[in-house]
């Protein structure tokens, strides 16, 4: 179990999982005015990109990778399929699964939008040297690795003040 420790508490200013959530938080938001303009959704592009990135991908895997539940990704499918975007072909050894593959239409859709979340990350990167933003990347990806050996651990944590406040 895991002990918290509430002695070193930062401020919220320099606490570090504040930070990062509220990066992602605003990098979300300047992109999604961004791309308002087109028509288009965060959450199109980060389907588009997850398929891109990974053709053939189940529809299970994808709402993996979207961090939403089945139901919700199948609906985002369905809509994308309306638009043309991706679709939908039969698993060569799995007939319950579908791969999910982008279109013509969504591979020009995806061109289009690439170059807006290149230029944004390009902006909010420009006050970072070269070697900023290959240590801050290392940094980021070690960090990441450990959560995800700790999301695989299901590490419960020991705090007899939370459970006071709780009890409360």
């Given at each position: 179990m895991t002990k918290i420790d509430t002695q070193g508490a930062l401020s919220e200013g320099r606490y570090l999982?504040?930070?990062?959530?509220?990066?992602?938080?605003?990098?979300?938001?300047?992109?999604d005015r961004r791309v308002r303009k087109m028509g288009f959704t965060r959450t199109q592009w980060l389907a588009?990109?997850?398929v891109?990135?990974?053709?053939?991908?189940?529809?299970?895997?994808?709402?993996?990778?979207?961090?939403v539940e089945k139901a919700s990704a199948g609906r985002l499918i369905d809509k994308l399929e309306e638009f043309g975007w991706l679709e939908r072909r039969p698993d060569d050894t799995d007939?319950?699964?579908?791969?999910?593959?982008?279109?013509?239409?969504?591979?020009?859709?995806?061109?289009?939008?690439?170059?807006?979340?290149?230029?944004?990350?390009?902006?909010?990167?420009?006050?970072?040297?070269?070697?900023?933003?290959?240590?801050?990347?290392d940094l980021l990806l070690n960090v990441k690795q450990r959560l995800q050996e700790m999301a695989s651990d299901n590490d419960t944590i020991q705090s007899t003040e939370l459970e006071k406040i709780n009890a409360e």
């Open positions: 999982a504040f930070l990062i959530v509220e990066a992602a938080r605003l990098q979300r938001t300047v992109f588009l990109r997850r891109g990135d990974q053709p053939g991908v189940s529809q299970s895997e994808l709402a993996e990778l979207l961090e007939r319950r699964i579908k791969r999910i593959y982008m279109t013509d239409l969504g591979r020009r859709i995806h061109r289009e939008v690439s170059p807006i979340a290149e230029a944004m990350v390009e902006e909010e990167l420009s006050g970072l040297s070269r070697k900023e933003r290959e240590t801050l990347t």
